[in-house]
């Protein structure tokens, strides 16, 4: 995938939600990638109040993971934080969030930001075929998942990072080191509020 590939005269902007629980480099590595090659002017981190489609994975509460995120993209003038569902509470549907963030920023496209694994998933997402109408998505590769899907979607080439949050947490339930998996920040505020039974 080139820049050049995009219409350099309109304005973008990326959207990567998620739980994050807890949010990891994969995250910022991917945010990153798919910034410089598709020219978006910001990436905005949107953590979920209560995902509608995978299981809850023990998540922790969502002010928790809400810190972690604001730690990880500290000091990126790109990235920021769009705290929308959490705002919004119960669970969090894409469409809505989308409407919502198409009201605040009318002068841009949306570029939604979703792994591999997630592409598979898409025909069950609440009112999918009115949501592709309103943002352009953007796949990511994840090992064992093929990027094919029956939705439009912009596949971008990075780095096959194999870090996840599931990753993390097994990590931490068996008091391995999380060193460079997570930012620093991120990795002493979980030390330190004894996030995932540490």
């Not at 947490?169 to 995932?196: M, N, T």
Request: proline residues 6%; hydrophobic residues 40%; aromatic residues 10%.
């Amino acid at each position: 995938m080139s820049k050049t590939d995009f219409n350099e005269n309109k304005k973008r902007i990326g959207i990567l939600g998620g739980t994050f629980n807890p949010p990891h480099m994969g995250h910022l590595i991917i945010a990153e990638q798919v910034a410089d090659q598709l020219g978006l002017e910001r990436i905005l981190f949107m953590p979920d109040a209560k995902p509608p489609h995978v299981d809850h994975k023990g998540s922790i509460d969502a002010i928790e993971r809400e810190r972690m995120v604001a730690l990880s993209i500290e000091g990126n003038a790109l990235f920021q934080m769009e705290e929308c569902e959490l705002e919004r509470g119960g669970i969090s549907y894409t469409y809505d969030s989308v409407k919502f963030l198409k009201k605040c920023h009318p002068d841009y496209e949306l570029y939604f930001i979703i792994g591999g694994d997630m592409v598979a998933y898409l025909p069950k997402w609440h009112k999918i075929d009115q949501l592709v109408k309103m943002v352009h998505f953007v796949g990511v590769a994840r090992e064992g998942y093929p990027q094919n899907s029956p939705y439009p979607i912009t596949w971008v080439d990075i780095p096959l990072i194999n870090i996840s949050s599931t990753l993390i947490r097994q990590k931490l339930s068996q008091h391995c080191s999380i060193k460079y998996l997570v930012p620093a920040a991120v990795e002493k505020y979980i030390y330190e509020r004894g996030l995932y039974g540490v």
